[in-house]
């Protein structure tokens, strides 16, 4: 398994609404399993890159039903982390 960072934030499980701090997987930035939260300066890659052009995906579980699902971080221009959103369309890999 590949490296990632962690966003940290309070949002509600798509499959049983129960709202709380999820730990979100992400591929962006330089990966070595830094924690983050909304509004910090996401550290760039070895190459000095962030993907800013598009949402990265993130991909988490509920510590309530046990379910995953995906949701999309945006990072804006100046490379911090501003948002999350449910991805909706992209289904998750627990039944």
């Known amino acids: 398994m590949g490296l990632y960072n962690i966003l940290s934030t ?3 499980c798509i499959h049983c609404k129960h709202e709380s701090e999820f730990e979100i997987e992400f591929k962006n930035g ?3 399993l ?3 939260k909304l509004g910090d300066l996401l550290i760039s890659n070895k190459y000095g890159k962030v993907d800013t052009l598009s949402l ?3 991909y988490c579980k509920c510590s ?3 379910k995953d699902f995906f949701v999309d971080i945006k990072v804006n221009e100046n ?3 501003e948002s999350v959103c449910i991805n909706k369309n992209k289904k998750g890999y627990i039944k």
């Open 10 to 12: 309070t949002i509600e």
């Open 30 to 32: 330089f990966l070595d």
């Open 34 to 36: 830094k924690k983050y």
């Open 56 to 58: 990265t995906e993130g």
């Open 64 to 66: 309530k039903c046990q």
């Open 79 to 81: 490379n911090i982390i």
